[in-house]
T-cell receptor, first 113, second 112 residues
Framework: GAVVSQHPSRVICKSGTSVKIECRSL??????MFWYRQFPKQSLMLMAT?????????EQGVEKDKFLINHASLTLSTLTVTSAHPEDSSFYIC?????????FGPGTRLTVT | GENVEQHPSTLSVQEGDSAVIKCTYS??????FPWYKQELGKGPQLIID?????GEKKDQRIAVTLNKTAKHFSLHITETQPEDSAVYFC???????????FGQGTRLTINP
């Protein structure tokens, strides 16, 4: 199957700082990438959908000024958590779409202290 | 919008036995149904999928069945092994859309 990478896998940051997470499709071009958040023992919650070269579409209740998404190329999307707070601590997962199929990255564990 | 219900939430089976996880969906316009396996601390891995023009699909020990009339689909794992232990998610995609609508997940435990 297609391979999606995420970097970093884990990050710890102080409250008030910003953190950038990268998502790359390694062996295919992804016109659409998705960002999810997952709380312990829960399903994935879609945060936003991003298409290459256009603005991301955010799900209801997700603050677009807090979670900045950039999809500058067909293989790279970034999520920046701005002015992070402890309640932003979570497991963030990206996925990249190739036709119907969505392939997920390994996830990024964010801890805000 | 689409709603996907998944059962059971937890499932424990003896190694070598079969496991079945069931999902129902609400929107008849859904036409793509993937299944994902998620191990602890990792991202979901696509293990099998089915489109609405097919009733059944099999890949070695894994099979998925789809009943469009009843709007439900199921994952079947035969000859289970300890490495099958994980959380499994079903999902549905409405035709023309891209978003996955996930079920709540099933924690499968294979007992040796």
């Amino acid at each position: 199957g297609a391979v999606v990478s995420q970097h970093p896998s884990r990050v710890i940051c102080k409250s008030g700082t910003s953190v950038k997470i990268e998502c790359r499709s390694l062996d295919f071009q992804a016109t659409t990438m998705f960002w999810y958040r997952q709380f312990p023992k829960q399903s994935l919650m879609l945060m936003a959908t991003s298409n290459e070269g256009s603005k991301a579409t955010y799900e209801q209740g997700v603050e677009k000024d807090k979670f900045l998404i950039n999809h500058a190329s067909l293989t790279l999307s970034t999520l920046t958590v701005t002015s992070a707070h402890p309640e932003d601590s979570s497991f963030y997962i990206c996925s990249a779409s190739e036709r119907y199929e969505q392939y997920f990255g390994p996830g990024t564990r964010l801890t805000v202290t | 919008g689409e709603n996907v219900e998944q059962h059971p939430s937890t499932l424990s089976v003896q190694e070598g036995d079969s496991a079945v996880i069931k999902c129902t969906y609400s929107d008849s316009a859904s036409n793509y149904f993937p299944w994902y396996k998620q191990e602890l601390g990792k991202g979901p891995q696509l293990i099998i999928d089915i489109r609405s023009n097919v009733g059944e699909k099999k890949d070695q020990r894994i099979a998925v069945t789809l009943n469009k009339t009843a709007k439900h689909f199921s994952l079947h794992i035969t000859e289970t092994q300890p490495e099958d232990s994980a959380v499994y998610f079903c999902a549905a995609v409405i035709q023309g859309a891209q978003k996955l609508v996930f079920g709540q997940g099933t924690r499968l435990t294979i007992n040796p």
